[in-house]
């Protein structure tokens, strides 16, 4: 069974940094995609980074230049660096993948359980 587990949430200051991991577990054959979504209390789940197994990523505008997300694929791991944290940015943040897990399986699409990320003003 795969699983993806997300961790370094927490409560920092605005303006403050803090970085996520979530580790893919479990029988994979091969990940097109990792990234990471947030929902805020009130509003729709939103994209806020991806990385493509090409090497592309793509970043909500709200984010550009602030956050990082980055790849360790001996590891099946994906980080977002937070940098710079606005109160806004609080919400749960959800890991999510597109993988895999033999030749010839469909592509899944699998979250994680989300981590909470509150910033204070």
């Known amino acids: 069974q795969v699983q993806l587990v997300e961790s370094g949430g927490g409560l920092v200051q605005a303006g403050g940094s803090l970085r996520l991991s979530c580790v893919v577990s479990?029988?994979?054959?091969?990940?097109?995609?990792m990234g990471w979504y947030r929902q805020a209390p009130g509003k729709q789940r939103e994209l806020v980074a991806m990385?493509?197994?090409?090497?592309?990523?793509n970043y909500a505008d709200s984010v550009k230049g602030r956050f990082t997300i980055s790849r360790d694929n001996a590891k099946n791991t994906v980080y977002l660096q937070m940098n710079s944290l606005k109160p806004e940015d609080t919400a749960v943040y959800y890991c999510?993948?597109?993988?895999?897990?033999?030749?010839?399986?469909?592509?899944?699409?699998?979250w994680g359980q989300g981590t909470l990320v509150t910033v204070s003003s």
């Open positions: 479990g029988t994979i054959f091969s990940i097109n995609a």
């Open positions: 999510n993948a597109a993988l895999t897990t033999s030749r010839n399986s469909k592509m899944l699409g699998l």
């Open positions: 990385s493509f197994s090409g090497g592309s990523t």
